[in-house]
């Protein structure tokens, strides 16, 4: 499957972002993987911010967005959302979204990254 990351931009701490992942194929959809949303900020490790399970689409988030980002699904347009609220200048980084037909382990696709910039 290929990823197309998308929804980036410059914004203002406490201002709202959607980040959308899309698969450029029809076939297999989404669904049929796990999704999983990455950050990467200047100097710093790539960090897990939220994850959606294939299937039941059980959602774990990172614990410091917890409260103010959401993943979710939308099957029909076979895409996923990160839904960022009250934005931080700390969520600054490039957003990369990935996918694995696994439950756990490695994660097998990855979108270009979109860049989020918190700032005032």
């Known amino acids: 499957v290929q990823l197309q990351a998308s929804g980036g931009g410059l914004v203002q701490p406490g201002d709202s972002l959607r980040l959308s992942c899309a698969a450029s194929?029809?076939?297999?959809?989404?669904?049929?993987?796990?999704i999983g949303w990455f950050r990467q900020a200047p100097g710093k490790k790539r960090e897990g911010v939220a994850i959606i399970r294939k299937g039941d689409g059980h959602t774990y988030l990172l614990g410091s967005v917890k409260g103010r980002f959401t993943i979710s699904r939308d099957n029909a347009k076979n895409t996923v959302y990160l839904q960022m609220n009250s934005l931080k200048p700390e969520d600054t980084a490039v957003y990369y979204c990935?996918?694995?037909?696994?439950?756990?382990?490695?994660?097998?696709?990855w979108g270009q990254g979109t860049q989020v910039t918190v700032s005032s």
């Open positions: 990935a996918a694995r037909v696994a439950r756990m382990g490695s994660w097998e696709y």
């Open positions: 194929d029809s076939e297999p959809t989404l669904n049929y993987y796990a």
